[in-house]
């Protein structure tokens, strides 16, 4: 299976997406009255697909795109001042090519680096309804399917938190309660299963344990970038703990090698 390939399938699939009509009249609404600095932009006002490494690592989970950002440019976090201190610190520590990204054809690329959200669509009021979230959940537990080599996942704010350990739980990994805060970093397991040949058949059994660690963090939203809740600071430590991780992982697999 070309993981590229069925990530664009799967993409393709999401920007078609009319589930929840709230969200389809909104973005609508929202097309046909745009601010004055952005009246010449033609907005995208569809469900956003995710982007980047279809071998990465590292998978950032958003809450959804900004009404005015991503919902205006058609990729996640681009031209919204969230994606400013995202993509600044993406470029710091290695996971893309720049520091910002204005454009979805600026040449804005991500290495070892997955983008997503909660919900595709930018809902009023930043405000999804329960019901809008699990109508898009399909979309990101099919990422995890194909997403094969992800070791860390950082949500962005409370509900990109609870709602991935939702999802993780779905796909069938042991997920306790846990507490959210800037910071945290949880190790969270399933058995994986091979197929092994037994009489004239295959059975599957365990044979190992995958592991994801989750790094938790503040939403670089305004409202907490802006208040102090969120420093530059605090939110690169969040990706110096991501580079640890990574570099712990590296150094087992050639011990075990």
């Known amino acids: ?29 929202v097309s046909l009255h745009k601010p004055k600095r952005f009246r010449d932009w033609d907005y995208w006002s569809s469900p956003l697909p995710s982007f980047g490494d279809p071998n990465a690592r590292v998978l950032i989970v958003g809450l959804a795109p900004a009404t005015n950002g991503g919902n205006r440019t058609g990729r996640m976090f681009t031209g919204d001042r ?32 997955y983008i997503t959200a909660t919900i595709r669509c930018a809902p009023p009021d930043n405000k999804p309804l329960p019901v809008e979230i699990e109508n898009c959940r399909p979309y990101f537990l099919k990422e995890l399917d194909l997403l094969k080599k992800i070791k ?7 509900i990109a938190f609870t709602q ?5 739980r779905l796909k069938g990994y042991d997920v306790p309660p846990l507490s959210f805060g800037h910071g945290k970093s949880y190790l969270i397991s399933k058995k994986k299963e091979l197929r092994t040949s037994v009489g004239n058949g295959l059975k599957p059994f365990p044979t190992e344990l995958r592991t994801i660690t989750l790094i938790t963090t503040y939403h670089p939203s ?9 420093t530059k600071p605090m939110f690169h430590k969040i990706f110096k703990m991501v580079r640890t991780v990574l570099l712990n992982k590296s150094s087992e697999s050639r011990v075990r090698s």
């Open 164 to 168: 991935t350990l939702k999802s993780l």
């Open 222 to 230: 305004q409202q907490n970038t802006q208040t102090g809740r969120l």
């Open 1 to 29: 299976m070309n993981k590229k390939v069925e990530l664009r399938k799967l993409q393709n699939i999401v920007v078609r997406c009319q589930k929840c009509p709230r969200l389809v009249a909104y973005l609508q609404e």
């Open 82 to 113: 969230s994606g400013e201190w995202l993509f600044r610190a993406l470029h710091q520590f290695g996971f893309a090519n720049q520091p910002n990204s204005l454009s979805r054809d600026d040449g804005f690329t991500l290495t070892d680096c």
């Open 152 to 158: 860390v996942i950082v949500p962005l704010g409370q």
